[in-house]
């Protein structure tokens, strides 16, 4: 059997880590595609990687490139391309500069590769994920977004850290927008099968859901000079996995709603399940009145940004 085929639009911190992590699990083949002026980073890295098979001993044929050619008969396009944030800016002060980007990736990619399942990543991912479905017009089913597993992985690591507990046991969800309005769900997070409430002080959960919404935003003040890419790399390639292997995964995304949670016509984070289908089911929860505002909350946010994409494309 053929191995499967993932290309990688952006070859920088993010696309670099991934490349890694996806030969590590030998989930197939790997394209990375940059920008003309990077190809020999790209070339660069994914030769670094190759060498590194001797070691590792996982199966993988590694390219680096700028041409779209290359990325033809891709099972999986993940998509980092463009900048990320510095301190002092927001996911959406990224807006201007993104959208040109991700418009001009959207085209190439339904050029080269019109069947592959697509997971954006460039922020503000609620709006940069409408934006590339908007040009593509590929089915949703085949383009989500991927904020909420990291989102949610946050999360479950201030849980485990606040009470020194194994990670594996702590399971959450993250519903919303991939920014500080983001709706995490403490009432659903139980560690071991325990209700969180159960085990922590209210004033505790507090600050974890407080951390969680500012945690894009401390990492961007600890680097100096761009945002996380271990943990989001981690999140996308958990996403091509269930894809690939047809895990049909729980896991919270940008999914494209048609009604769920009485939203209509927007990406938002929601749980879905991710198989072969791609975005299999969106699965609705039932939330309280204080969470169904701040989904809503979090939705005007998104809405605004949405907005600014369908003035530009
Ligand atoms: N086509 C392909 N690649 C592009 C294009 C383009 N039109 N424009 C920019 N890029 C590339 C850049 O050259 C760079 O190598 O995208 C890469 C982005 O890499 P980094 O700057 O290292 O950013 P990274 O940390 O990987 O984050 C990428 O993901 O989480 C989001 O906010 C983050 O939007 C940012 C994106």
Redesign the pocket.
Known sequence: MARKKLAF????????IMSLMAAQKQLGDIVM???P??EG?CKGKMLDIAESRGVGGYDADMTGT?DYKDIAGADVVIV??????KPGMS?DD?LDV?V??IS??AA?VKENCPDAFNII?????DS?VYGFRKVTGFPKNRVCGMAGVLDTSRFCSFVAMEMNVSIEDVAATVLGGHGPTMVPLPRLCTVGGIPLAELMPQDKIDAIVSRTRGA?TEIVNLLGN????FS??ASAIMMAESYLKDKKRVLPAAAYLEGEYGINGFYLGVPVIIGAGGVEKVIEVKLTDDEKAALMNSLETVKTAVADVDARI
């Open positions: 639009i952006g070859g920088g911190q993010i696309g670099g595609l940059d920008i002026d990077r980073m700028s980092t391309a463009g900048l990320p944030r996911r990224l993104n040109k980007i001009e990736v190439r990543v460039t922020n503000p991912l940069m894009g761009g945002s996380a890419f989001p790399a």
